[in-house]
């Protein structure tokens, strides 16, 4: 069974770059899921960030898309997270999970999630 | 595209059956099978609890089931138990430019 492990700064100033990577572990980032990231503001729900495929290929939130970018390191078997020009709305549990777009159509296996703050 | 529609909150006593309806678009639950519901715990991460509408993952309860009619997907636990209450989410893939999209949300409480 898959399992993913979020890691990156807790704490990120206004403007900057967020950078999260999720570790993979347990299996192939090769396999046949796309690799996704889900984000949840303190006390909102859950929005979709954007997922990628071994391949390279991406799909992102439009919402989100002039700021994020979602890249794929084979040889390190994991997956990132960059997102621009952050603001206090960035801040949030970012989640990795994997999407079985081939079978069950769902995000079966989560990251157990990392809080990072947009803060001065 | 906006989030699914679901109800902000629902409430139960032990014992009882529930139903969260999740409203989408022919574009999204209307047009396609690919419906999915999660478990969210306080502090914890979600966790996938019916996939394809109405499909169990293996070590999910069968107290809890999944249905579609239309645009609207709905999700029913039956026998409440006090470990049920949470905050469920629907899912489901969309063909807008959007790719996916998730529900707003519900709390359940169990009385």
């Not at chain 1, 919402?63 to 709305?89: C, G, M, P, Q």
């Amino acid at each position: 069974q898959v399992q993913l492990q979020e890691s990156g700064p807790g704490l990120v100033k206004p403007s900057g770059t967020l950078s999260l990577t999720c570790a993979v572990s347990g299996g192939s980032i090769s396999s046949s899921n796309w690799w996704s990231w889900v984000r949840q503001p303190p006390g909102k729900g859950l929005e979709w960030i954007g997922q990628i495929y071994h391949s390279g290929s991406t799909n992102y939130n439009p919402s989100l898309k002039s700021r994020v970018t979602i890249s794929v390191d084979k040889s390190k078997n994991h997956f990132s997270l960059e997102l621009t020009s952050v603001t206090a709305a960035d801040t949030a549990v970012y989640y990795c999970a994997t999407y079985d777009f081939w079978t069950s159509h769902a995000m079966d296996v989560w990251g157990q999630g990392t809080t990072v703050t947009v803060s001065s | 595209q906006s989030a699914l529609t679901q109800p902000a909150s629902v409430s139960g006593s032990p014992g009882q059956s529930i139903t969260i309806s999740c409203t989408g678009t022919s574009s999204d639950i209307g047009g396609y099978n690919f419906v999915s519901w999660y478990q969210q715990h306080p502090g914890k991460a979600p966790q996938l609890i019916i996939y394809e509408v109405s499909n169990r993952p293996s070590g999910v309860s069968n107290r809890f089931s999944g249905s579609k009619s239309g645009n609207t997907a709905s999700l029913t636990i039956s026998g409440l138990q006090a470990e049920d209450e949470a905050d469920y989410y629907c899912f489901s893939f969309t063909s807008s430019t959007t790719y996916v999209l998730f529900g707003g949300g519900t709390k359940l409480t169990v009385l």
